[in-house]
C-alpha cells in the first residue's frame, strides 16, 4: 500500500523560497500523477499542481509563476518549490497520489505545516 | 479557475440521510465525469470518499454515495453516524487538465 511522507522546513522567511518532498514508499513511483495541495489554517484546500512520472507538471494558474514541481524516480521522492513566499503562503502542505486511471487523490500524506514569518 | 461552490454547513440527526451538493460550470462539473469527495476531520489529511462521480474506494461506507446533474455534482451520506461529523470538500478535473477543490462544507451530526 503506497504511503505518503512530506518534508522541509517548517518556516520560511518571507521573499524566500519554500522547498518540501515528499517521499513515496510501499509502490512505485514510475506512473500516476503526483500532486500538492495546501490548506491554509481555517481554510479550505487548493490545488497546487501535479507532476507525471516522466516529468510532465501542470499547476494552478493562480500559482503557475511562482511553482516548480520535479521529480527523482530513483529515490520515490518528488518536490516543491514555491518561491518569493509571503503570509497568504502559510499553510498545511500535503503530498497526494492521483492515479492515472481515476479522478480522485488517494493516498495522502499527513500533511506538514510551513508558516512564513520573518 | 474559481473554486466550486458548496454550502459552508449542513447538519443532520442520527439515522437520518444528508446532501451536500458542489456547483461548477461547464468547463469542470459540466464537462467531465471527474469529480470525487473527500472527508477531513480536525487536524487529519482529507479522505477519498467518491471518485468518478459515483464509485467508492475499496473500504469506504455504502453509505456514502455521489452523483451529478449538469453542473451540479452531490454527495449523500445515509444514515447518519456520529463519526460522519467532518469537513467534506468537493474536486473536479477541469478543461487544461486543472484540478479546483470547493470551499468546503462542515457537517455537524446533532
Known amino acids: 500500500q503506497v504511503q505518503l511522507q512530506e518534508s522541509g522546513p517548517g518556516l520560511v522567511k518571507p521573499s524566500e523560497t519554500l522547498s518540501l518532498t515528499c517521499t513515496v514508499s510501499?509502490?512505485?513511483?514510475?506512473?500516476?500523477?503526483w500532486s500538492w495541495i495546501r490548506q491554509p489554517p481555517g481554510k479550505g484546500l487548493e490545488w497546487i499542481g501535479y507532476i507525471f512520472y516522466s516529468g510532465r507538471t501542470n499547476y494552478n494558474p493562480s500559482l503557475k509563476s511562482r511553482v516548480t514541481m520535479s521529480i527523482d524516480t530513483s529515490k520515490s521522492q518528488f518536490f516543491l518549490k514555491l518561491s518569493s513566499v509571503t503570509a497568504a503562503d502559510t499553510a498545511v502542505y500535503y503530498c497526494a497520489l492521483r492515479p492515472a486511471d481515476m479522478v480522485g487523490f488517494d493516498p495522502w500524506g499527513q500533511g506538514t505545516l510551513v508558516t512564513v514569518s520573518s | 479557475q474559481s473554486a466550486l461552490t458548496q454550502p459552508a454547513s449542513v447538519s443532520g440527526s442520527p439515522g437520518q440521510s444528508i446532501t451536500i451538493s458542489c456547483t461548477g460550470t461547464?468547463?469542470?462539473?459540466?464537462?467531465?465525469?471527474?469529480v470525487s469527495w473527500y472527508q477531513q476531520h480536525p487536524g487529519k489529511a482529507p479522505k477519498l470518499m467518491i471518485y468518478?462521480?459515483?464509485n467508492r474506494p475499496s473500504g469506504v461506507s455504502n453509505r456514502f454515495s455521489g452523483s451529478k446533474s449538469g453542473i451540479t455534482a452531490s454527495l449523500t451520506i445515509s444514515g447518519l453516524q456520529a463519526e460522519d461529523e467532518a469537513d467534506y470538500y468537493c474536486?473536479?478535473?477541469?478543461?487544461?487538465?486543472?484540478?479546483?477543490f470547493g470551499g468546503g462544507t462542515k457537517l455537524t451530526v446533532l
Open positions: 468518478d462521480v459515483s
Open positions: 461547464s468547463s469542470d462539473i459540466g464537462g467531465y465525469n471527474y
Open positions: 510501499g509502490g512505485s513511483i514510475s506512473s500516476h500523477y
Open positions: 474536486s473536479s478535473y477541469t478543461s487544461s487538465s486543472l484540478e479546483v
